[in-house]
């Protein structure tokens, strides 16, 4: 092997960015969370994004309205129409769901769905 060939090396860090900065500042942002289907305010909770930026409305965090987004994108795309939340995967009666979370807003979300487990 070669001396010259470069190695990803872990951890790997990246540069913080502008908005996160600036959502770190101001302590809340306004948006929609897919969740609970809202326009809702998300309150910044510390500097790691991704597991802060709390929904008022739900308590969802921004990891589990990225699983909720892959979710409807998914299912969208097996079943043909475009789902925007996890509201609208809850009221689908031919598709049965399975969730290890035992609470939480992504948990209380689909448990109103017929087959969910």
Request: proline letters at 0%; glycine letters at 4%.
């Given at each position: 092997m070669p001396h010259n060939e470069k190695f990803i090396k872990y951890p790997i860090y990246h540069s913080v960015k502008a908005f996160d900065r600036i959502a770190t500042k101001v302590r809340v942002w306004a948006g929609y969370c897919l969740v609970c289907d809202s326009l809702t305010l998300f309150l910044v909770d510390g500097r790691w994004l991704r597991e802060t930026l709390l929904c008022v409305r739900c308590k969802s965090t921004n990891r589990q309205r990225q699983v909720a987004?892959?979710?409807?994108?998914?299912?969208?795309?097996?079943?043909?129409?475009?789902?925007?939340?996890?509201?609208?995967?809850?009221?689908?009666?031919?598709?049965?769901?399975?969730?290890?979370?035992?609470?939480?807003?992504?948990?209380?979300?689909?448990?109103?769905?017929?087959?969910?487990?």
């Open positions: 987004y892959i979710l409807c994108s998914s299912i969208s795309a097996l079943i043909g129409r475009k789902l925007r939340c996890l509201k609208e995967i809850a009221s689908l009666d031919n598709l049965i769901l399975y969730n290890t979370e035992a609470t939480g807003a992504v948990h209380k979300t689909l448990s109103t769905a017929k087959h969910y487990t």
